[in-house]
């Protein structure tokens, strides 16, 4: 058996896997978030209500936090991660497929929810990787293009843009189907260019600048759970998750059916969160590299607080478009709590337990039953109730982004009077 080859730090090997990891987790939200665009185009086809809307964007957030939470912990404990993403980007293609071949409300569900179970395989799989194998200075800034910017370039600009406009010319069946061809592409590129990543084999050296493979051990939740920010960053979850899953949810039917949208103005709107998505997810771990993580996540959850609010008051779609470009900063914060700051908080044996629980916990509340509940309300109270609630969730966020400690190597080696160490 040929013996095991730890991947490369930096250099080009740094900037092939981010380009297949970025492509990857992409096509991951352009999976999961096709449903949404494509619900005026269906729901009243299958019978749907408001609150069964909810059910469909929130089951593939149940599902995707189970399989989070125990791939999470079973690639720690396993060592082993290449051949689970590749098992996990197959599935989710497949299942996304599945979808355009539906008859009803049940079927539906239970395609997106083997869906989502696949889908939340990737970030806890795919983040270590691009943690390992990242340069000190580019650390935040991969893992933000990799979590944030993929996201939102082919989930939020391409996603709304192509699933409408094939929707609209083939039917939305066909919309659906057609997803899986890109992602079997990606799963072929996993399998040829990424190297597997193993933190406890001896050959593999500690480069994540926090405890070496030898000291971390086998994972053990209860040193996490006893980290204060490791606690803070599971709150913040629940609460940025009801952000996102509740205005990714019914924002298109907001524009539609309050706004009086119609399908191109309202691709044209939804285009605007997706160029946020890939600039802000991007700038903001870049931006917390050099001033801290806990300033960037305050400052910038404020403004994640007002997009909601500006999806109520704002009528002309050229307006809005402006306004959520400017306010939809939330989803470069997802970097930070879910995966930057407890990469340096716990032992990188832990680092994907951590992440896994993190996301899943937050998928449970915050992507299954808040969207469900904002359906409900909605049912009662009108979509405005929707979005209300996703504004005070990002609220929540700021007060509790105020209880974080600071992990940026920059700002932690400034404090004590050193220079983190150049890498590249």
């Not at 914060?333 to 951590?354: D, G």
Request: charged content about 10%; hydrophobic content about 55%; some cysteine.
């Amino acid at each position: 058996m040929r013996a095991y080859v730890p991947p490369p730090r930096g250099g080009h090997y740094q900037n092939v896997l981010l380009a297949v990891l970025f492509a990857t987790f992409g096509l991951v939200f352009f999976d999961r978030l096709a449903l949404n665009y494509l619900v005026p185009f269906f729901k009243d086809e299958l019978g749907l209500d408001n609150a069964e809307v909810g059910l469909l964007g929130g089951i593939p957030a149940l599902t995707w936090a189970l399989a989070g939470i125990c791939v999470g912990f079973l690639s720690d404990r396993r060592d082993r991660r290449k051949v689970v993403l590749v098992v996990a980007v197959v599935a989710f293609s497949l299942f996304s497929a599945f979808s355009g071949l539906v008859g009803g409300l049940a079927s539906l569900l239970l395609f997106r929810a083997v869906m989502g179970a696949a889908e939340g395989s990737v970030l806890p799989i795919a983040q270590p990787l691009m943690m390992y194998s990242s340069s000190t200075r580019r650390r935040g800034l991969n893992m933000g293009l990799l979590q944030g910017s993929s996201a939102g370039l082919l989930g939020g600009i391409v996603g709304p843009i192509v699933t409408t406009a094939v929707a609209t010319t083939y039917g939305w069946r066909t919309a659906f189907l057609v997803t899986v061809v890109p992602g079997l592409l990606m799963a072929a590129l996993v399998l040829w260019l990424v190297h597997d990543l193993r933190l406890r084999d001896p050959a593999t050296p500690a480069q994540l600048g926090v405890a070496t493979p030898a000291q971390s051990g086998k994972p053990d939740l209860r040193r996490a759970l006893r980290s204060r920010n490791i606690v803070v960053c599971l709150a913040i979850a629940v609460f940025y998750l009801t952000w996102f899953v509740t205005t990714q949810t019914f924002t298109p039917l907001y524009l539609v059916e309050v706004k009086g949208f119609g399908p191109t103005e309202a691709g044209f709107t939804l285009s605007a969160i997706g160029i946020a998505w890939v600039l802000w997810g991007a700038l903001v771990p870049g931006i917390s590299d050099r001033i801290g993580r806990k300033p960037t996540m305050i400052g910038f959850s404020v403004l994640a607080a007002l997009s909601p609010i500006a999806i109520i008051v704002i009528d002309g779609p050229a307006v809005l478009f402006v306004v959520l470009i400017l306010t939809y900063t939330g989803l470069g914060c997802f970097t930070l709590f879910m995966a930057t700051i407890p990469a340096e908080t716990v032992p990188p044996t832990l680092v994907a337990t951590c992440l896994g629980l993190i996301m899943g916990v937050g998928e449970i509340v915050g992507g299954f039953v808040m969207p469900y509940v904002a359906g409900w309300l909605s049912d009662r109270f009108g979509l405005d109730a929707a979005m209300l609630v996703s504004a005070g969730a990002a609220a929540v966020v700021v007060l509790l982004a105020f209880a974080l400690r600071e992990t940026a190597p920059a700002r932690v080696g400034a404090a004590a009077g050193t220079e983190p160490a150049a890498v590249s």
